[in-house]
């Protein structure tokens, strides 16, 4: 594989590219103020398209069908279609021993859930290529990321004809091309809104219980993009470990951020851009328990794994720099009420405003259908089960069934006790 080249260019001209992006690194030579030069090394991207010797790993290397030699002129010709026209965000190998197979990198686009994610392909041609689409198959480490990449492998795309589309999405022997399939996987399967991608779901409608789904959905998303990133780094593809640890080691911080930002609720799942304002919905936005678990869990898995490959990642926490399990802290009340200061949390008096409105405290609710929170303005979940005293009286205690609240009753009885009415 071709990385890591070095060679001189003139004094502040730029680098001389391939048509597949160049590779590696360079070294110019600067002038510097006394005339003399010096040498820098440039950091250039990684070779989009190379051929490599070792298949070793490949999903099909035990394909024993023959290639005839029209296929196989067929194949090159696709080559320096990948070699001339790769975004950067697709990288792509070739095997000198076996013409038929291609393995390719995806870079998961901005704007979804597959952010700075890399998904790996591997690609066999048929001996009657292109008369049949290519096969692929999705290194999917047992994850179902997509409703278009199965566990097992299955891409299902209209071009590759595994599955049904109209006439001019299927797979066209004269000008179908290996291009077109990775830009399609690319565009359409790892999009924005993944959970549409199921016909069943329909299309996408602001508002309606199927933007909810579609939300959930992206944060599983997520949640199994980055345990992949775990599993490619613990054992990257062959032909891909150079680029796999360059790849996350540019992509670390952003990642980790990104991380934070949702298990936050600043902003939704596939809406973080590092540095740049919140784009798509309101920031603060509700996260359930399970991806902010989740999200603690990985978070200090994925800050070892990325400095273990010499990621910068200073000013970042090792552990998710959260509170309340992944969520912002709580706020703080300006004034301390009763119970904070003295470390009770008592009822409020029947027919008055409750304690938290009162002192300006914040005490924690009990369970019932609505939490102190929402009654009163505060910034609490509401608990699950009966409701609470405060629907009734404002208080925070629960009611006992079949009668007044509890508040109502003690003091019932203290004043018949004290002889009053």
Same mark, same amino acid.
């Not at 047992?142 to 409703?147: M, V």
């Not at 509700?286 to 994925?302: D, I, N, T």
């Not at 205690?397 to 109502?408: A, D, E, N, S």
């Given at each position: 594989?071709?990385?890591?080249?070095?060679?001189?260019?003139?004094?502040?001209?730029?680098?001389?590219?391939?048509?597949?992006?160049?590779?590696?690194?360079?070294?110019?030579?600067?002038?510097?103020?006394?005339?003399?030069?010096?040498?820098?090394?440039?950091?250039?991207?990684?070779?989009? @398209?190379?051929?490599?010797?070792?298949?070793?790993?490949?999903?099909?290397?035990?394909?024993?069908?023959?290639?005839?030699?029209?296929?196989?002129?067929?194949?090159?010709?696709?080559?320096?279609?990948?070699?001339?026209?790769?975004?950067?965000?697709?990288?792509?190998?070739?095997?000198?021993? =076996?013409?038929?197979?291609?393995?390719?990198?995806?870079?998961?686009?901005?704007?979804?859930?597959?952010?700075?994610?890399?998904?790996?392909?591997?690609?066999?041609?048929?001996?009657?290529?292109?008369? =049949?689409?290519? *096969?692929?198959?999705?290194?999917?480490?047992?994850?179902?990321?997509?409703?278009?990449?199965?566990?097992?492998?299955?891409?299902?795309?209209?071009?590759?004809?595994?599955?049904?589309?109209?006439?001019?999405?299927?797979?066209?022997?004269?000008?179908?091309?290996?291009? *077109?399939?990775?830009?399609?996987?690319?565009?359409?399967?790892?999009?924005?809104?993944? @959970?549409?991608?199921?016909?069943?779901?329909?299309?996408?409608?602001?508002?309606?219980?199927?933007?909810?789904?579609?939300?959930?959905?992206?944060?599983?998303?997520?949640?199994?993009?980055?345990?992949?990133?775990?599993?490619?780094?613990?054992?990257?593809?062959?032909?891909?470990?150079?680029?796999?640890?360059?790849?996350?080691?540019?992509?670390?911080?952003?990642?980790?951020?990104?991380?934070?930002?949702?298990?936050?609720?600043?902003?939704?799942?596939?809406?973080?851009?590092?540095?740049?304002?919140?784009?798509?919905?309101?920031?603060?936005?509700?996260?359930?328990?399970?991806?902010?678990?989740?999200?603690?869990?990985?978070?200090?898995?994925? @800050? $070892?794994?990325?400095?273990?490959?010499?990621?910068?990642?200073?000013?970042?926490?090792?552990?998710?720099?959260?509170?309340?399990?992944?969520?912002?802290?709580?706020?703080?009340?300006? =004034?301390?009420?009763?119970?904070? *200061?003295?470390?009770?949390?008592?009822?409020?008096?029947?027919?008055?405003?409750?304690?938290?409105?009162?002192?300006?405290?914040?005490?924690?609710?009990?369970?019932? $259908?609505?939490?102190?929170?929402?009654?009163?303005?505060?910034?609490?979940?509401?608990?699950?089960?009966?409701?609470?005293?405060?629907?009734?009286?404002?208080?925070?205690?629960?009611?006992?069934?079949? $009668?007044?609240?509890?508040?109502?009753?003690?003091?019932?009885?203290? =004043?018949?006790?004290?002889?009053?009415?």
């Amino acid at each position: 594989m071709l990385r890591n080249k070095r060679r001189k260019t003139p004094p502040l001209a730029p680098s001389s590219s391939s048509a597949c992006g160049g590779g590696g690194s360079s070294v110019s030579d600067v002038a510097e103020p006394n005339g003399a030069t010096s040498e820098i090394e440039e950091i250039e991207p990684f070779p989009r @398209f190379d051929i490599v010797a070792d298949d070793s790993d490949h999903f099909y290397r035990n394909s024993s069908q023959t290639i005839p030699a029209s296929t196989q002129k067929r194949i090159m010709h696709e080559w320096k279609l990948l070699e001339q026209h790769l975004p950067e965000s697709i990288t792509v190998r070739a095997y000198e021993k =076996k013409v038929g197979l291609l393995r390719a990198a995806i870079v998961g686009a901005a704007a979804t859930p597959y952010h700075d994610g890399l998904y790996f392909f591997d690609i066999f041609f048929p001996p009657n290529y292109p008369a =049949k689409p290519p *096969q692929v198959h999705y290194l999917s480490f047992g994850y179902r990321i997509n409703p278009n990449l199965y566990t097992n492998g299955t891409v299902c795309l209209s071009l590759l004809n595994t599955w049904s589309g109209s006439f001019l999405e299927r797979w066209n022997p004269k000008e179908s091309t290996i291009l *077109q399939v990775l830009l399609s996987i690319q565009a359409l399967v790892l999009n924005e809104r993944p @959970f549409f991608n199921e016909p069943a779901y329909g299309i996408f409608m602001s508002g309606t219980s199927a933007e909810k789904y579609s939300f959930a959905y992206n944060e599983d998303a997520f949640v199994l993009s980055c345990k992949s990133m775990l599993h490619l780094l613990a054992k990257p593809p062959r032909g891909f470990e150079f680029f796999v640890a360059w790849h996350f080691r540019d992509r670390a911080r952003t990642i980790l951020r990104a991380c934070e930002a949702y298990a936050s609720g600043r902003v939704r799942v596939g809406y973080f851009q590092d540095g740049a304002p919140p784009e798509g919905p309101s920031s603060k936005v509700a996260v359930p328990q399970k991806f902010k678990e989740s999200m603690k869990s990985l978070y200090p898995q994925l @800050f $070892k794994a990325f400095s273990k490959e010499g990621a910068s990642l200073a000013g970042l926490r090792e552990e998710q720099s959260s509170g309340q399990k992944g969520g912002d802290p709580l706020p703080v009340p300006e =004034k301390k009420g009763l119970a904070d *200061q003295k470390g009770g949390n008592l009822p409020p008096v029947p027919g008055k405003k409750g304690l938290a409105d009162q002192k300006g405290g914040n005490p924690l609710p009990v369970p019932g $259908k609505k939490g102190l929170a929402d009654q009163k303005g505060g910034d609490l979940p509401p608990a699950l089960g009966m409701n609470s005293l405060v629907d009734r009286k404002g208080g925070n205690l629960p009611p006992v069934p079949g $009668k007044k609240g509890l508040v109502v009753s003690v003091l019932g009885t203290v =004043k018949k006790f004290l002889g009053l009415k």
